[in-house]
């Protein structure tokens, strides 16, 4: 049996973290001021990482690993967190799909 990753909780408070530090940065579209948004105070890593470490690790993913894989992931984390266009089930699918096709396990 592979990784098996359930979806922790919606975290509403870091969406509306991250578009309180992009509301600060100014309203020009710009992709750069949206990457650093969704990685500020890395919020969103450190969440799914409590939720997940514990497998992650039986499974020899380390923390830096799984940075690498978010960071794959951050247009996504822009679609869900600033622009809505991604639901939460999601992206957190999305993100676990990667995990199995790199760690070649099932999630």
Do not use: C
């Not at 922790?8 to 579209?29: A, C, F, M, Q």
């Not at 951050?74 to 993100?95: G, N, Q, Y």
């Amino acid at each position: 049996m592979g990784i098996v990753l359930q979806a922790p909780k919606e975290p509403h408070e870091i969406k509306d973290l991250i578009k309180s530090v992009r509301s600060k940065l100014g309203t020009n579209r710009n992709i750069k001021y949206d990457s650093f948004a969704v990685w500020s105070f890395n919020q969103l890593p450190k969440y799914l990482w409590k939720s997940w470490k514990e497998i992650l690790r039986e499974n020899k993913v380390s923390w830096q690993d799984f940075l690498a894989i978010l960071k794959l992931h951050t247009k996504d984390m822009i679609d869900w967190a600033l622009h809505d266009r991604i639901s939460w089930e999601e992206l957190v699918s999305r993100i676990t799909e990667t995990i199995a096709q790199n760690f070649e396990e099932e999630v």
